[in-house]
T-cell receptor, first 117, second 112 residues
Framework: GAVVSQHPSRVICKSGTSVKIECRSLDFQATTMFWYRQFPKQSLMLMATSNEGSKATYEQGVEKDKFLINHASLTLSTLTVTSAHPEDSSFYIC?????????????FGPGTRLTVL | AQSVTQPDIHITVSEGASLELRCNYSYGATPYLFWYVQSPGQGLQLLLKYFSGDTLVQGIKGFEAEFKRSQSSFNLRKPSVHWSDAAEYFCAVEDSGYALNFGKGTSLLVTP
């Protein structure tokens, strides 16, 4: 149980285009989802926290107009990188925190590798 | 603010040898602490967690960690390392908003 999926696993796009990444909790309802960014050989940095049905809370320094987060249901959150540029190339990882017995742990997706040319 | 320090960037151990990965935290209250493992290009897998109670926590894959409040540490241990344990290990502390603050990670290399 407690599986989180991400789609796509890899994406390559041209500079200036937008990319949408989906994060799904497959077998539980995620009351809160988190989006992290990881540069090569570095740690994960929290970008934003999203709760179902409400606006995401962004960390300082993260542009909310560039990284659009939608948490439309208890099993789906999306991250859209708008007008992507090469510096946005990174590994994006989502995590989900459930309700009930799953409320005390974050379950991570496998990540999405974004390369902007 | 909560923070986590992993002093060792790289550690190399021989297969079959014991392992200890260090983690120190800075947090005013009782911390919620986690160890995750990440294989190359993959997401994170939870090894174990500490919230309260017994300070020696057992996890998956034969790992354990000990919470020591006096030393602000939560070191990860394994008595006998397998080649498949080679990966990146992250210690993390949960903040008040349930997000995780990660250490910089320790890269484990296992030699034959």
């Amino acid at each position: 149980g407690a599986v989180v999926s991400q789609h796509p696993s890899r994406v390559i796009c041209k500079s200036g285009t937008s990319v949408k990444i989906e994060c799904r909790s497959l077998d539980f309802q995620a009351t809160t989802m988190f989006w992290y960014r990881q540069f090569p050989k570095q740690s994960l940095m929290l970008m934003a926290t999203s709760n179902e049905g409400s606006k995401a809370t962004y960390e300082q320094g993260v542009e909310k107009d560039k990284f659009l987060i939608n948490h439309a249901s208890l099993t789906l959150s999306t991250l859209t990188v708008t007008s992507a540029h090469p510096e946005d190339s990174s590994f994006y990882i989502c995590s989900a925190r459930g309700a009930g017995i799953l409320t005390d742990t974050q379950y991570f997706g496998p990540g999405t590798r974004l390369t902007v040319l | 603010a909560q923070s986590v320090t992993q002093p060792d960037i790289h550690i190399t151990v021989s297969e079959g040898a014991s392992l200890e990965l260090r983690c120190n935290y800075s947090y005013g209250a009782t911390p919620y602490l986690f160890w995750y493992v990440q294989s190359p290009g993959q997401g994170l897998q939870l090894l174990l967690k500490y919230f309260s109670g017994d300070t020696l926590v057992q996890g998956i894959k034969g790992f354990e960690a000990e919470f020591k409040r006096s030393q602000s540490s939560f070191n990860l241990r394994k008595p006998s390392v397998h080649w498949s344990d080679a990966a990146e290990y992250f210690c993390a502390v949960e903040d008040s908003g349930y997000a995780l603050n990660f250490g910089k990670g320790t890269s484990l290399l296992v030699t034959p």
